[in-house]
């Protein structure tokens, strides 16, 4: 279809066939559509939305622009998507757990940027670790371990890319077909059979509001049904971090607990409730999920002694600071947002994909909503390289945290379940 015939049909609010979208995808990938072009279809998009049929035929075009891994027959083939948040390890526990439990995780992750972390600048604090596998190695890590994790390779979905740079120009990131289309053509093009989505909500969360988060969860559940997928989304609380540890080493040592059974409960918690299987919590006291992270740690080319001896992980020579409670009292609130921003300031961030970040600093968080806190007690341990911005994140943390005089309890972690049932 030609690209101005597509606009005027846009224009003239008319149903976009499949095959106009899929033409429409294989056009902004070849070239042959525009980039203004592409601007222009992205900006009647944002304003006018998609219909559920549409949404399923531009995520299927957009999968369909790149390679789509194929797997042996096996076992069922999962993954997770977060929508990101502070904290959020939980792909580090969940993917060797899956596996423990007879699933195959073939999980190809991003990068963190702004606020939020990213599961490979985590894991690329073990020294040694590859998160750059080629289809061969992925399919060998897979076959050995049941599981990996590593980067979206250059022909993963490339529509996306093109597309979700262009959205950032324009200022349309923010529309949920978009966002459907690039999350699910993502996952689709990993080959899994089923996907778990976490849809977090609040001030650390790219949806702030539950409203919002819903809204979303739902029409990623209904689109994934659509094309296909078997998968169901859990919202969940993002207006405090997630555990006590945020950066990216930091993280690390904090997955390791929590895969031997130790590390904190909210943290455990949110992995079980996105595993809803009965099994996972004996097989995460076991230490049977830290076993099968090992391996694939040792797949991955990582340094498995990093594991057990923080100091190996990389970054290290960070000095710590420990910031006290200025009163005594309750804790109110832990702000996410707040606590992303004082990481962010001492370097455990990027704002451009290619920024580097430093994988030693970051902080322990150890005030919890609802804890009791006398004057001078430690709430937090802020990891900095030589005092850079610590002033700034101090004062990050400072408003972050919030003691009040009366006793206080957190929001539930996991706010509501949405199957496919609830949808369709
Ligand atoms: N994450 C993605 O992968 N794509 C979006 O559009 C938004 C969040």
């Known amino acids: 279809m030609d690209p101005h015939e597509l606009l005027y049909s846009m224009r003239a609010d008319e149903t976009q066939t499949d095959?106009?979208?899929?033409?429409?995808?294989?056009?902004?990938?070849?070239?042959?559509?525009?980039?203004?072009?592409?601007?222009?279809?992205?900006?009647?998009?944002?304003?006018?939305?998609l219909s559920d049929a549409e949404t399923v035929a531009l995520t299927r075009a957009m999968t369909a622009s790149g390679t789509v891994l194929s797997w042996p027959d096996g076992p069922t083939l999962a993954d997770k998507h977060s929508t990101g948040g502070v904290g959020d390890k939980v792909s580090l526990i969940l993917a060797p757990l899956w596996a423990e439990l007879g699933y195959r995780v073939p999980m190809l992750s991003?990068?963190?940027?702004?606020?939020?972390?990213?599961?490979?600048?985590?894991?690329?604090?073990?020294?040694?670790f590859r998160t750059d596998l080629d289809e061969d190695a992925l399919r060998a890590v897979l076959a050995d371990t049941g599981c990996f994790i590593s980067g979206q390779t250059e022909r993963i979905a490339p529509a996306d890319?093109?597309?979700?740079?262009?959205?950032?120009?324009?200022?349309?990131?923010?529309?949920n077909p978009l966002i459907v289309g690039s999350i699910l053509s993502k996952k689709l093009a990993e080959g899994v059979q089923r996907l778990?989505?976490?849809?977090?909500?609040?001030?650390?969360?790219?949806?702030?509001?539950?409203?919002?988060?819903?809204a979303l969860a739902v029409d990623l559940v209904r689109v994934a049904v659509g094309a296909g997928l078997d998968c169901e989304a859990c919202i969940t609380a993002m207006d405090r971090p997630l555990g006590q540890a945020v950066g990216n080493a930091v993280e690390v040592v904090e997955s390791v607990a929590t895969l031997q059974g130790d590390g904190p409960e909210d943290l455990r918690a949110l992995v079980l409730a996105l595993t809803d299987d009965p099994r996972a919590a004996e097989v995460l006291r076991s230490g049977r999920a830290y076993e099968r992270f090992a391996r694939m740690v040792a797949a991955q080319g990582g340094d498995t002694r990093a594991l057990e001896k923080p100091k190996k992980l990389a970054g290290r020579g960070a000095s710590e600071a420990?910031?006290?409670?200025?009163r005594s009292g309750w804790v109110q609130a832990v702000d996410a947002r707040g606590i992303a921003d004082a990481a962010f300031v001492l370097g455990a961030g990027r704002i451009r994909s290619d920024d580097p970040v430093d994988p030693g600093v970051g902080l322990w968080v150890h005030a919890e909503i609802g804890q009791p806190v006398a004057e001078g007690q430690p709430i937090a341990t802020l990891l900095h390289r030589d005092g850079k911005n610590l002033a700034?994140?101090?004062?990050?943390?400072?408003?972050?945290?919030?003691?009040?005089?009366?006793?206080?309890?957190?929001?539930?972690?996991?706010?509501?379940?949405?199957?496919?049932?609830?949808?369709?």
């Open 19 to 49: 095959e106009a979208i899929r033409a429409f995808v294989d056009g902004v990938v070849d070239g042959t559509v525009t980039r203004p072009q592409a601007a222009s279809w992205i900006t009647h998009v944002y304003r006018r939305g």
């Open 110 to 128: 991003g990068r963190g940027l702004g606020h939020t972390g990213g599961t490979l600048d985590k894991l690329e604090s073990i020294p040694g």
């Open 161 to 175: 890319r093109i597309l979700y740079a262009l959205r950032n120009e324009v200022c349309c990131v923010e529309s």
């Open 196 to 214: 778990v989505l976490d849809v977090k909500t609040g001030s650390g969360a790219f949806m702030q509001t539950e409203e919002a988060a819903v």
């Open 322 to 326: 420990v910031m006290v409670a200025e």
């Open 392 to 424: 700034r994140a101090f004062a990050s943390v400072k408003a972050a945290v919030v003691i009040g005089d009366s006793p206080a309890t957190a929001t539930p972690l996991v706010r509501r379940r949405i199957r496919a049932a609830d949808v369709l």
